[in-house]
């Protein structure tokens, strides 16, 4: 299936990921981390078409390219030193959350507009062992569900969703995203159904950021992706909700108070109105770059 994911501050990534590189550069390597439609790595490769990609995504179905410039590696970012060994590069890609693809065709339960089994696992193929948002609203207690749907989705109805997922699942256990929708919808007020965020948005975000442990997953991958860069490389990081921004910013700030790199750009990036109208998920995508000292 070809890929629908469209990305998101594509140009103002790669120019400033790649101001100073020179068309025909033999020796450029990227470390794309969140591979996804591949639009960043597609991009790179058109204008330097001597790139070496080395692309990352835990989800086996990013991968449908056949570039041999492109080395993917079905694995989490967290884990990239593992792949790069003590291999150095001259930049760092990281695309946050989700990609339409996911959203759309993934049939994970990421999505609250289809009826799907309550995975929310980047994995496509989830093992036994691995946590999903069915374990976590079925098992879970009421009182830590309330804390990470609010802590990672910044729900204000955060108590109240929780106890009626616990009375919910007393009767029979929630398996299917449209059951969980149909929970949430019963536990906030009805003007609240009305607002612009859909009222299930909030408490998808949190169930999949728990799943799939992003924030601290993302610590990590931060810390290894600097190690990773060569000296006078770039790292650059697209990020969706405001949790994700605050690490990236925290990471950022914390490097250059340390001396060890250069802000790029001091307040985030952000898409133009053009690009919002054509991809309305570029509304909340915030972009910083730095450069290694």
């Known amino acids: 299936m070809d890929s629908i994911h469209r990305t998101v501050l594509l140009n103002e990534t790669i120019d400033g990921l790649l101001v100073s590189q020179k068309v025909g550069d033999e020796k450029l390597v990227i470390l794309d981390c969140t591979f996804g439609g591949g639009g960043h790595s597609a991009e790179i490769l058109k204008k330097f078409p001597k790139a070496k990609i080395i692309a990352l995504d835990e989800d ?18 967290s884990n990239l030193d593992k792949i790069l060994k003590n291999e150095k590069v001259d930049g760092v890609i990281f695309d946050l959350g989700l990609s339409s693809d996911q959203l759309e065709n993934s049939g994970r339960g990421f999505s609250f507009m289809k009826d799907e089994p309550l995975l929310m696992t980047m994995k496509e ?19 830590n569900l309330a804390d990470i749907i609010y802590g990672y989705g910044e729900e204000k109805y955060s108590r109240r969703i ?22 949430i919808e019963k536990a906030v007020p009805e003007a609240y159904k009305r607002g612009k965020i ?20 993302l610590q990590t991958g931060l810390e ?3 190690n990773a860069l060569k000296a006078g490389g770039r790292m650059a990081v697209i990020s969706f909700h405001s949790l994700e ?11 250059e108070k340390e001396g060890r790199v250069i802000l790029i750009n001091k307040k985030p990036i952000i898409a133009s109105q053009e690009e919002i109208k054509n991809n309305p998920r570029a509304r909340s995508a915030k ?7």
């Open 60 to 77: 086996k179905s990013a991968w449908r390219e056949n570039d041999v410039r492109i080395f993917f590696h079905n694995e989490n970012f």
């Open 125 to 143: 193929n989830p093992s036994l062992e691995d946590v999903t948002a069915e374990d976590i609203v079925n098992t879970w207690s009421e009182e």
């Open 162 to 183: 929780a106890r009626r997922i616990a009375k919910a699942r007393k009767k029979a256990k929630i398996k299917t995203t449209f059951d969980l929708v149909k929970i």
């Open 198 to 217: 859909h009222f299930a948005t909030r408490t998808f975000q949190a169930l999949r950021i728990a799943v799939n442990d992003e924030l601290r997953v």
């Open 224 to 226: 290894k992706g600097f």
């Open 245 to 255: 921004d605050r690490i990236v910013k925290k990471f950022y700030k914390e490097k």
């Open 287 to 293: 972009l910083r770059i730095f450069k290694k000292i």
